[in-house]
C-alpha cells in the first residue's frame, strides 16, 4: 500500500494519526482554540468550516484559514464542510460547495479537502482535480448516522472512493449492536488488506464503536479523531487519552 504525506506527516503507516476537530462558530473562537493545540499529542487538524458563521462568505473563510496557519505553523490543515445531510451543521448549494473547497485548494492555506462522495461523481471529480492542481490532497467520506451497512457494502463505497481519484477513503457508521462494530472492522480489514492501494480511515460510531477509533493499527484504518474542546462524532475520546491507547497497542505489536 502506498502512504501519503502531507507537509511532515505520513499517513498509512506507523500507528494512526490523530485528527483533533475545531467546531467554533466564530473566527476567535477557532483561532483561540488551534492555538492551544501545540501542547495536544495531534497530528493534523481538522477545521470543520460548517461551523462557521461565516462559511458562506469566501473572504471571511480566508481570513480565518490564514489564521489557522499562523496558530498551527507545520500541522496540516483538512478543511471539511460536513452537509446537513450528512451530519453537518448546514445545507449548501453544490456548485457553493465546489467552489469553497477548490478555492481553499487555491489559497495554498489547507492541506486537504473533504469531499462527500455522495455529493455526485461530478462534483466529486470537479473538487478532486482542483485540488489536485494545487497541490491538495483529498478525504473523500460518506457516513452513516442511522445504521451500518453490509460488510461488502462498506467495501464497495470506499472502492468508489480510491476509483473516483481520492487520496484517502473515509467511511463513519453507526452501530445499531455490537455485531455491527465487528462489520465495520471486517471491512476495513478487507479493504486495507486486499483492495486498497492508498490510506484508508474508517470508524463505528458511538459509544459501541469507540474499540474502532483505537485499533486501527491492527484492521488497517490510518487515521482516527481524537477531541480536544468539542467532539464532532458521537464516540470521538479525548486526544490525550486515545494518544495513549495508541502507543500502548502500537508498542505491543
Known amino acids: 500500500m502506498n502512504t501519503v504525506t502531507v507537509r511532515n506527516i505520513e499517513i498509512g503507516a506507523g500507528k494512526p494519526k490523530i485528527i483533533v476537530p475545531i467546531v467554533g462558530v466564530t473566527k476567535e473562537d477557532i483561532i483561540s482554540e488551534a492555538a492551544t493545540f501545540d501542547k495536544l499529542p ?3 487538524v481538522e477545521w470543520r468550516v460548517d461551523w462557521f458563521e461565516g462559511c458562506d462568505d469566501f473572504a ?8 489557522l496557519r499562523e496558530a498551527l505553523g507545520e500541522t496540516p490543515i483538512l478543511m471539511t464542510f460536513r452537509t446537513k445531510k450528512e451530519g453537518g451543521e448546514k445545507a449548501i448549494e453544490m456548485n457553493d460547495y465546489i467552489d469553497l473547497n477548490v478555492n481553499a485548494a487555491k489559497s495554498g ?23 489536485h492542481a494545487n497541490g491538495v490532497k483529498v478525504v473523500a467520506s460518506n457516513h452513516d448516522f442511522f445504521k451500518t451497512p453490509e460488510k461488502d457494502d462498506i467495501v464497495s463505497r470506499l ?8 487520496d484517502i477513503p473515509k467511511i463513519a457508521v453507526m452501530p445499531q449492536s455490537r455485531k ?11 479493504m486495507a488488506f486486499h483492495k486498497a492501494d492508498r490510506p484508508i480511515i474508517t470508524m463505528s460510531m458511538a459509544g459501541d464503536g469507540v474499540i474502532s477509533r483505537l485499533c486501527g493499527e491492527v484492521f488497517g484504518s490510518s487515521m482516527t479523531f481524537g477531541a480536544a474542546k468539542k467532539a ?22
Not at 492541506?111 to 462534483?123: I, Q, T
Not at 470521538?236 to 500502548?248: C, H, I, R
Open 60 to 67: 471571511k473563510v480566508e481570513e480565518v484559514l490564514k489564521g
Open 109 to 131: 492555506l489547507v492541506d486537504m479537502v473533504d469531499v462527500e462522495v455522495f455529493s455526485g461523481d461530478d462534483v466529486v471529480k470537479t473538487i478532486i482535480e482542483g485540488a
Open 159 to 166: 472502492v468508489k472512493m480510491q476509483e473516483l481519484g481520492a
Open 180 to 190: 455491527d462494530v465487528l462489520t465495520l472492522l471486517e471491512a476495513t480489514e478487507e
Open 42 to 44: 495531534l497530528d493534523v
Open 232 to 253: 464532532s462524532a458521537p464516540g470521538q475520546m479525548g486526544v490525550e487519552t486515545l494518544n495513549v491507547v495508541l502507543d500502548a497497542l502500537h508498542n505491543a505489536l
